[in-house]
């Protein structure tokens, strides 16, 4: 999942912070902005390195990392849940392909996607596409009645009916969830014009890209807030 908005408090939780455009506040250079896909997964993940310069990266089965006499973390790593290198590095990496802020790894398309959604509260309302992965919108039925949140589903297919968008967001929801391609119709929606209307009214616009892949389609380029991956697929 890549994410403009971001993060996940050092093993606490998950908190949204809307971060601005990419590399305002970082030295990153722009011209990795210019890389295409395939010099991005061949270049990114090895920067972390310094001792062998190894080709394919090490795995690191580390739980934790040494500290100095003071109790001062060495190595700037303290525990493998949020500082494991060997995901760090995926996660640089799929943060490049998506031209975003920044990128976390979980363990499965699923609870990258339920992340997003247990940051919402009691009484908050949601917009999510009629046609999408069925287990995720089943997860979403039963953790929406549970949490008493509002979801409306609408069509985010060709022909998109505005009006009905329009009509939604005035329930003001804290975020819109797109899938596009969408499974198993792959009809396909208008990130830059959805996720726009969203922002209108302050709501997020999270779009599940996982039969697009960055090499199709940039989502957080075309406006969206977050982008996430099923990596069992296409990635
Ligand atoms: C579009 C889409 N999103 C999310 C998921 C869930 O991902 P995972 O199976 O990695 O939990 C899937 C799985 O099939 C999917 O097709």
Redo the contacts with the bound molecule.
């Keep these: 999942m890549a994410l403009r908005v971001l993060r996940q408090h050092k093993g606490l939780g998950w908190r949204l912070v809307r971060a601005g455009p990419r590399y305002l506040s970082s030295d990153k250079p722009r011209h990795l902005d210019q890389l295409r896909p395939g010099t991005i997964s061949a270049q990114i993940p090895f920067g972390d390195d310094k001792q062998y310069n190894s080709v394919v990266p090490a795995i690191y089965p580390s739980s934790t990392f040494v500290r100095d006499q003071n109790g001062t973390n060495i190595a700037g790593k303290i525990y493998a849940r949020d500082d494991n290198p060997t995901v760090l590095a995926a996660e640089g990496t799929i943060r490049e392909l998506e031209f975003g802020a920044d990128a976390l790894l979980f363990s ?4 990258a ?1 339920t992340a997003v959604f247990k940051i919402l509260r009691p009484g908050d309302h949601v917009i999510v596409p009629r046609v ?2 069925w ?2 919108r089943g997860w979403i039925m039963d953790f929406a009645k549970r949490w008493k949140i509002e979801v409306k589903a609408l069509d985010f297919g060709e022909p998109f009916d505005k009006n009905k968008l329009r009509s939604a967001l005035s329930t003001r929801p804290k975020l819109v969830w797109l ?1 596009t391609p969408a ?1 198993p119709t792959w009809s396909v929606s208008d990130i830059s014009e959805i996720s726009s209307m969203a922002h209108d009214i302050g709501a997020f616009c999270v779009v ?1 890209s ?2 697009a892949t960055p090499v199709l389609s940039q989502p957080l380029n075309l406006g969206a807030d977050i982008v996430m991956h ?4 296409y990635l």
């Design positions: 499965s398309g699923m609870s996607a999408m992965y287990a995720l899938e499974n599940d996982t039969a099923s990596a069992t697929k």
